[in-house]
Structures are given as structure tokens and as C-alpha cells.
């Protein structure tokens, strides 16, 4: 890449220091010398260009005879560099490696972890996933109390859930209440609680409960994962517009939409994707 082809000239690179701490104190030495195709150094006096973009750096000097150096001081980490020298007879480029300070390093690693938190936290639990606690056992055999299931929350916000997925929601008026006591002071605070139930029908199918069976625009549902059929009746129910029937599959031991009727659609915040916890238990979540 030194030589050019056509002319027959090349530039020698001699770089000193080719690792170099970015403090600001430590220089870089970079020596060229234009040659002919003979192998000498040409006697002529040349522009050379020197320029190192990730440092930030350009240089302009006067070839004489033996060659011309080029000098300057890393102020910032770039890790490996790569400088450039050129003629209007030849170019050629080299590389060196930037180090960072301790300083740097700290300040660098800090900076990944906090993005990283912001990424986490700020991006992908909001919009992404969430990880949930099963807090009773509403959703048996499927789901058990204590399990841990991470839900996808960007499948809702691209279309509407259908019947048969399990779904994460919170209902208005929900909360659970929390309390910890400390030596000097007793913090109370509330949180929404979480729901996950199946959902059974959507805004405008009608929903009736009768003979142990589920009814849905008046066809049976089967439901092979249930616990037990639901040991109750609930009259016909047509369902308005944007609004969802969520039913636990241990239907006799849930609180959901036979008690408190259609849930409005915005309260829907994730699909269960996966039980992730207990470990022997690990899968996708149908």
C-alpha cells in the first residue's frame, strides 16, 4: 500500500512508541522518508500529509532529505489507530494502539454499566420484558403459586391479544401493600398488584357459563388445561368493544372476569412468554 504503482515511489513508516498510554504526556514519533523506485531517499522538497482521525490530528511539513517526523500526544482512548501519510507520489498507512489511563478505564467501565442500567431498566423492562411473580394459584395445573415468568410486552403493543393466550394485566383499585420496619422509621408504600390470567374472548363475542362448560358466541370451548370444570353458572355475556373475558384455568379458585366482569383493554400489560423459575420446570408458556 506504500508504493504507487504507477510511479513507482514509496513512503517508509518508522512509528516509535506503537503503544501509547492517552495522558496527554506520552508522544508519538512518526518518521517517513519518500523514496524512489531505486530504493532512495528522494532529495526533493515535497508536501507530506499526516493525519490520524481518531485522534483528531493533521499535519502538514516539508520533505528534505532523510525524511520528515510528525509528532504528537494521545489526549483519548481510540484503542487501535490508524495513521495516514501521504504524497502526491505515494501513501502509506500504520497503526498504533491507544491505551486508556486507570482514569480512563474507570470512567469508560462506569460509563458501560450505567448504560447498560439505562438499557435495561429504561428500555427493555418498560418495552421489552418484564419478570413476574405468580403470587397464588388461580392459574393451576398451568402456572403454579411462586413461579416466575418473564412476559414479552411488545407483542400488545403491536396487535391485540387473542383468545387462549395468558396474559398479564392490572385491574383499577388493585394494590398490594407492603411495609418494612427500620430502627428509626416504618416505610409503607403500595404497588398495582399484577393479575395473569387466559384470555377467553375479545370485544364483541358473547360469554356464557353453563353445564360446567364455557360457551363463546354459543360454541363450547374445549380446554384441556384446566383444573377442574367450573363448578358455577354465569348468564350470557356480550362483550363490548375493546374489552377482553380473562378466566384463571382453576376455575374454581379464581378471582376474574365471571366475578368482575369484562376487562378494559388498556389494563393488558404483557404476554407470558416463559417460566423461567423453578429451574426443573423451565419452559414456554402456551
Known amino acids: ?6 510511479t513507482g515511489f514509496r ?9 501509547v498510554v492517552s495522558d496527554g504526556a506520552h508522544e ?15 532529495r526533493d522538497e515535497i508536501p507530506v500529509n499526516f493525519s490520524c482521525p481518531k ?20 489526549r483519548r482512548p481510540t484503542g487501535k489507530t490508524k ?20 482514569a480512563q478505564y474507570i470512567r469508560d467501565l462506569i460509563q458501560a454499566v450505567v448504560l447498560a442500567f439505562i438499557i435495561a431498566f429504561g428500555l427493555i423492562r418498560p418495552f421489552i420484558l418484564q419478570t413476574y411473580y405468580i403470587p397464588s394459584g388461580s392459574m393451576e395445573p ?18 391485540d391479544p387473542k383468545p387462549g393466550e395468558i396474559a398479564i394485566f392490572r385491574r383499577q383499585g388493585e394494590y398490594e401493600h407492603h411495609l418494612l420496619r427500620l430502627p428509626f422509621h416504618t416505610f409503607r408504600w403500595k404497588t398495582q398488584t399484577n393479575f395473569i390470567k387466559r384470555v377467553m374472548a375479545t370485544g364483541g363475542d358473547t360469554v356464557e357459563i353453563r353445564d360446567l362448560t364455557v360457551y363463546v358466541n354459543h360454541k363450547p370451548i374445549k380446554e384441556p388445561y384446566i383444573m377442574e370444570p367450573p363448578m358455577y353458572d354465569m348468564p350470557a355475556l356480550k362483550l363490548p368493544a375493546k374489552t377482553l373475558f380473562m378466566m384463571g384455568d382453576n376455575r374454581n379458585n379464581s378471582n376474574d ?10 389494563k393488558i400489560m404483557a404476554k407470558a412468554w ?11 408458556i402456551r
Open 55 to 74: 485522534q483528531k490530528v493533521k499535519d502538514q511539513k516539508i520533505s528534505r532529505p532523510g525524511g520528515v517526523t510528525f509528532k504528537f500526544k494521545p
Open 142 to 159: 398451568t402456572l403454579y403459586e411462586g413461579d416466575r415468568v418473564i412476559g414479552l410486552m411488545f407483542p400488545y403493543r403491536l396487535r
Open 257 to 266: 372476569s365471571h366475578l368482575w366482569g369484562p376487562l378494559p383493554r388498556g
Open 28 to 42: 508519538v514519533s512518526v518518521k517517513c522518508i519518500v523514496r524512489d523506485k531505486n530504493g532512495k531517499s528522494i
Open 83 to 102: 495513521i495516514l501519510v501521504s504524497t502526491s507520489l505515494a501513501a502509506k498507512e500504520a497503526f498504533i494502539f491507544v491505551k486508556p489511563t486507570p
Open 274 to 284: 416463559i417460566r423461567f423459575w423453578p429451574l426443573n420446570r423451565i419452559r414456554i
Open 11 to 19: 513512503i517508509d513508516v518508522e512509528v516509535k512508541t506503537d503503544a
Open 1 to 6: 500500500m506504500g508504493t504507487n504503482q504507477e
